[in-house]
């Protein structure tokens, strides 16, 4: 018996790109018709999508509901892209008589790229400046940095904590997280007095720096974190507070295959291109960490296109911006037919071969069928146009489901 999963939704580049012509001609092909997800008219639009590709078609189920589909149109050149992106919730919200259109975690955004979401969600700083080196590129973006995570997973709970005057959430999270805590530097403080002193000290310096302006950078919260010794301090950010006495340097464990990864890891982070890097990250503002933090975990109101594969959403905003991308792989302009094509995209679809525009269509196709209510999407271009004239020519959708902004 072989398994495979819906060939429309391949939308990276590695594995088998036609890997349903390797099963024999003799073998069963069963087909998955019913779509329990999605409303009736987001099935239609997935279905035209992919009816140059594979052919195949879905139903929805008989109690599902008709749905809504729109198309808002604009210039690549709008000076304030957010602001529409708004406006279409706005009137989304009055199409689908649904208030949660206007509710930021109501909707699920999509963005091509990363940085799209970070200059909406109001973290672009802290990710540009680390983002830039290739070496911690790909933490960013997962947060898995381990000079992020002092700041998301350390600090961060502790501020809310602290903030909410939850004193048994603070000494939980201390525990669990602070060298203060240790058994051993418990043992080192005298017993007299307070013995909590030390940690009201530290959390009470935190909050002193209120970390909600934007004049609190990373840095000053690093300097508190490391005067007070409230946690240890990764590898990467240990040059930025060498001169705390205080400072305790978390050393990398050297037990496991995993632990040297993370050693060469942390060896990586702290090159010279790397420090120049989390030397800017440091002097941008603290007050991004928990947007940021939100994104990466994926409990944030934005996602990216490819992230969100296997997902559902009650609400969906698509974001088709090409000339806010930077990359090549995909291109919605040439989708829609607002761009000419080039020569080898014209020899893949040809040949029938896998190439730019096939990928698009299929990173449409997934991200418009991730809507479980209503779909919205948002298509900026240079010749919005002819964009728009397209996707009606195309059939996906119809002339009151598209609007110009």
């Known amino acids: 018996m ?20 390797l099963v024999p001609d003799d073998w069963a092909r ?8 999605s409303p009736q008219r987001v099935i239609a639009l997935g279905n035209v999508l992919r009816a140059p590709i594979d052919r195949q078609s879905q139903v929805a189920r008989d109690d599902s509901d008709v749905g ?17 992106e708004r406006q279409v919730q706005d009137r989304m919200a009055e199409f689908c008589n649904d208030p949660n259109w206007r509710d930021q975690a109501g909707v699920k955004a999509l963005t091509l790229e990363h940085h799209m979401a970070a200059s909406r969600y109001g973290f672009l700083e802290m990710f540009q400046a680390l983002d830039r080196d290739s070496r911690l590129s790909t933490g960013v973006r997962t947060g898995e940095l381990a000079g ?26 201390l ?11 418990i043992a080192e403080r005298s017993t007299t007095g307070d013995p909590l002193q030390t940690i009201r000290a530290g959390v009470d310096a935190l909050l002193g720096l209120e970390t909600e302006s934007p004049d609190a950078t990373f ?22 507070v060498a001169d705390e006495p205080k400072a305790e340097i978390a050393e990398p464990e050297k037990t496991n295959e995993e632990a040297e990864s993370k050693e060469e890891q942390a060896v990586a982070e702290m090159s010279p291109e790397s420090l120049e890097a989390w030397r800017a990250f440091l002097e941008t503002p603290y007050n991004q960490t928990v947007h940021f933090a939100e994104y990466v975990s994926d409990r944030g109101p934005f996602g990216t296109h490819q992230g969100v594969k296997g997902l559902e959403f009650d609400r969906v905003l698509v974001i088709l911006d090409d000339s806010d991308a930077r990359g090549f792989l995909f291109s919605y302009d040439k989708l829609f ?3 000419p094509l080039s020569d080898t995209d014209r020899k893949h679809l040809a040949e029938g071969t896998e190439g730019g525009i096939t990928r698009t269509r299929r990173l449409l196709y997934v991200t418009c069928t991730r809507a479980k209510k209503s779909l919205a999407l948002v298509a900026y ?18 002339a009151h489901e598209i609007e110009r902004l």
């Open 2 to 21: 072989g398994l495979f999963g819906d060939m429309m939704q391949r939308i990276f580049l590695d594995g088998h790109p036609e890997l349903e012509r």
């Open 30 to 37: 069963p087909v998955k018709r019913m779509n329990h997800r």
């Open 68 to 84: 809504l589909v729109r198309l808002f149109v604009a210039s690549s050149s709008s000076p304030d892209k957010p602001a529409l």
């Open 148 to 173: 992020l995570r002092l700041f998301t997973e350390r600090v961060a709970p502790l501020v809310a904590a602290a903030q909410a005057n939850n004193a048994f959430a603070v000494m939980a999270h």
């Open 175 to 185: 525990r669990a997280t602070s060298p203060l805590l240790k058994r051993s530097a």
């Open 219 to 240: 840095l000053t919260v690093l300097q508190c974190v490391a005067q007070h010794g409230l946690f240890e301090i990764p590898a990467a950010l240990q040059p930025f």
């Open 337 to 339: 037919e607002a761009k």
């Open 381 to 398: 271009s240079e010749e919005p146009d002819t964009l728009a004239a397209s996707a009606l020519r195309n059939g996906w959708f119809e």
